[in-house]
């Protein structure tokens, strides 16, 4: 028989008891707003497998109150039936699937390029132009991310018409750099500043020029913050709706634009609307997936000094 | 920043007359080509000649040729200086190419009467577009709108703090919680307008109308009434946007030495007074950077409105953006609404300075 000797005061139970409802009220709003987050994501996905009663019934649980099937993916011409076949709808969603991912990538990694270059060289050169120093070019840099597009997006419409640039992939990539660029040199120079001088320093004396030095040293030092720069564009660009909609038309359309341009349309026939949807997402969930921490350290970069 | 050279460099440069020379003919002659060109187009575009452009390509050609010759040219003539000069210009270069020069143009277009779908094509107007604007109910609407918009930040920054705060807790499962977390900023505001306002809303079947109506509202309607569709796309942009802030709290919030809290609790402090004393006044800064930033983003809020409401009912959701974009998209009238832009821009910056230097004399004063 054994008694217990020690027992726990009066005032340690009731920590312990607090202790607990701590625990159960985080996990209970961790949970709540994860639901809030992840379920318009799962809505979607599901309704891409129902049948017209199984979306008016507003079922929820596949195979347990509604049996999946293949209808809006086979409207979108990928159900496995479908996929062999010929499919215009197919054929248009991969041409503007094609569009926007060669209009992102391209445009995010001239981003990348033209701001990982001005951001190293106002993190280790003193300029002067006219009358602007560093911190002014720097300014100048950044101060383009409170240019709201509204104000770039009628002169472009203009100046494209006059340059026979609307409707091109080269006209959206020019703008989608310029819109990311501030956020790429932000980014980019936090990276820097936190790369001793002295690696290039000691680069130069066994014999490198400057340049070389940039490239063979501070590039690969560098490349997780390049990382998250080129992720972050990829995420924004790859989203970019108001441009796209008054500069293309009918060849450089991208994703979001086919996307906006079913839901105006009545009689929307649900299932593959939500296909569509979940395609044009399906991509940016991957990388969120995947390359979470690359997102993070990005956005990180400008709150953390 | 600091000023002066982080990084010494010590070149024997020598530049000959030959590399000299060439350098500052490429410097001096690409823009006289990117002239002449320009004038050539200039004399047939008004004066009636004919040298067979069909379009302004050639000079946008010459320019790139000019900017490239610029860049060359640089390192030519100063060798080691102009090799620094190479990392910022292109960059440089490329804004001011993309941003000065159509906001020049704009400002031409905006004092302008120009409808792209008439034949007259622009015609000076002088300030009757300003004018025109005083009395358009519509735009002073949607400046309204923006400041409800605006102040809707407070209450999502309220939210992603708490969320960041839970996210910090010594919690299981973070990893899946962050990216859970995440998810909404990484996807399309068109593909999330339709999956929330278009379907989720939907009023008969959709599962927010089904909860509403467990919840006691008798026939759910997310954007029949003002404040009811203000309010929705409110929270519909919330969504998309509280992760952001969420991140950048966290950051700052990771970045918190333990030992402070520490110190803290072994001080006494209850949880509740170690978060106002020491969490919250340290995490002010990166608070106002957040916040800062969240208000430039939400400034260019469209994309929803545009695809879910197309700002009703009777512009109740309308933001400038998206009544600029359907001023555009219903009359073409690119005089007006570039005038409407360029001084929603004034105002944009006139406010934005006078919140950093308020934000930037509190920190001041603070610390």
Redesign the interface.
């Known amino acids: 028989m054994t008694t217990q000797i020690f027992r726990d005061s009066a005032a340690d139970r009731n920590f312990r008891a607090k202790w607990w409802t701590g625990r159960v009220v985080?996990?209970g709003?961790?949970i709540f707003?994860?639901i809030?987050?992840?379920?318009?994501?799962y809505?979607?996905m599901t309704?891409s497998f129902k049948m017209a009663p199984d979306?008016?019934?507003?079922s929820?649980v596949p195979w347990w109150d509604f049996t999946p099937k293949w209808l809006g993916w086979k409207s979108l011409g990928l159900s496995p039936g479908t996929i062999f076949e010929q499919s215009t709808v197919r054929g248009e969603f991969l041409r503007r699937f094609y569009n926007s991912v060669v209009i992102s990538v391209s445009s995010s990694l001239l981003a990348v390029a033209?701001?990982s270059?001005?951001a190293?060289?106002?993190?280790?050169?003193?300029?002067k132009?006219l009358w602007m120093?560093?911190?002014d070019?720097?300014f100048?840099?950044l101060s383009?991310?409170?240019?709201?597009?509204?104000?770039?997006?009628?002169?472009?419409?203009?100046?494209y018409r006059?340059?026979?640039l609307l409707d091109t992939q080269i006209g959206l990539i020019?703008?989608y750099?310029?819109s990311v660029?501030p956020i790429v040199?932000w980014i980019m120079r936090d990276q820097f500043a936190g790369i001793p001088?002295e690696l290039?320093?000691a680069a130069?004396v066994d014999g490198q020029?400057?340049?070389g030095a940039?490239l063979t040293i501070i590039l690969p030092i560098a490349l997780p913050g390049m990382m998250a720069a080129l992720i972050l564009s990829l995420?924004l660009t790859?989203?970019e709706?108001?441009f796209a909609?008054?500069l293309t038309s009918t060849y450089a359309n991208t994703?979001?634009?086919m996307?906006?341009s079913q839901?105006g349309s009545q009689g929307?026939s649900?299932w593959s609307?939500?296909a569509l949807?979940f395609a044009?997402?399906l991509p940016?969930?991957i990388?969120?997936?995947g390359l979470?921490r690359f997102?993070?350290k990005g956005?990180?970069a400008?709150?953390?000094? | 920043m600091s000023e002066g050279d982080l990084l010494h460099v010590v070149a024997s440069d020598n530049i000959g007359p030959t590399r000299r020379t060439l350098g500052l003919a490429l410097i001096w002659g690409s823009p006289t080509v990117l002239g002449l060109v320009a004038l050539a187009q200039t004399l047939q575009a008004w004066a009636g000649f004919d040298f067979g452009f069909t379009n302004w390509r050639p000079t946008l050609y010459a320019y790139v040729l000019y900017a490239g010759c610029l860049c060359w040219g640089q390192v030519l003539v100063k060798g080691e200086q102009g090799k620094r000069i190479l990392f910022v210009l292109p960059a440089a270069l490329f804004v001011v190419s993309l941003t000065v020069f159509p906001l020049l143009f704009g400002l031409v277009i905006a004092f302008s009467d120009w409808n792209l779908s008439s034949l007259d094509g622009r015609q000076f107007n002088g300030v009757a577009n300003l004018v025109q604007m005083w009395h358009d109910p519509f735009y002073w609407n949607a400046l309204t709108n923006m400041v409800w918009y605006v102040l809707a930040i407070l209450p999502e920054y309220v939210v992603a703090f708490a969320l960041a705060l839970m996210l910090n807790a010594d919690i299981r499962g973070q990893k899946f919680f962050r990216v859970a977390f995440l998810m909404p900023l990484m996807l399309s505001p068109v593909a999330v307008s339709w999956m929330i306002g278009k379907s989720m809303m939907e009023t008969r079947f959709g599962p927010l109308a089904n909860l509403m109506k467990h919840l006691g509202w008798e026939e759910p309607s997310f954007f029949s009434s003002p404040w009811i569709a203000k309010s929705t796309m409110m929270l519909m942009d919330a969504w998309t946007f509280i992760p952001f802030m969420m991140i950048m709290i966290l950051a700052g919030l990771q970045a918190i030495p333990k030992e402070l809290q520490e110190a803290a609790r072994v001080d006494g402090a209850s949880g509740w007074r170690s978060f106002w004393e020491v969490t919250f006044p340290l995490m002010l800064p990166v608070s106002i950077t957040a916040v800062l930033i969240r208000l430039i983003f939400k400034l260019k809020l469209a994309d929803i409105v545009i695809t879910v409401t197309s700002g009703g009912p009777g512009g109740a959701t309308d933001t400038v953006t998206s009544f600029i974009f359907r001023e555009y998209r219903d009359r073409s009238n690119v005089g007006y609404g570039t005038m409407l832009a360029m001084v929603y821009l004034v105002i944009i910056i006139v406010a934005m300075t006078l919140l950093m230097k308020a934000a930037d004399r509190y920190m001041k004063s603070s610390y």
């Open positions: 985080i996990y709003l961790l707003w994860a809030v987050a992840l379920f318009p994501i809505w979607t309704t979306v008016m019934k507003g929820l033209l701001g270059l001005a190293y060289g106002l993190s280790r050169f003193s300029y132009f120093k560093n911190a070019i720097s100048f840099f383009q991310l409170i240019l709201p597009p509204v104000v770039l997006a009628l002169p472009f419409l203009v100046l006059e340059l026979a020019l703008l750099t310029l660029l040199i001088t290039e320093e130069m020029t400057i340049w940039y995420v790859w989203n709706y108001f909609a008054l994703l979001p634009v996307v906006a839901t929307i649900w609307m939500a949807s044009a997402i940016l969930i990388i969120g997936i979470e997102i993070i956005m990180a400008g709150a953390v000094k």
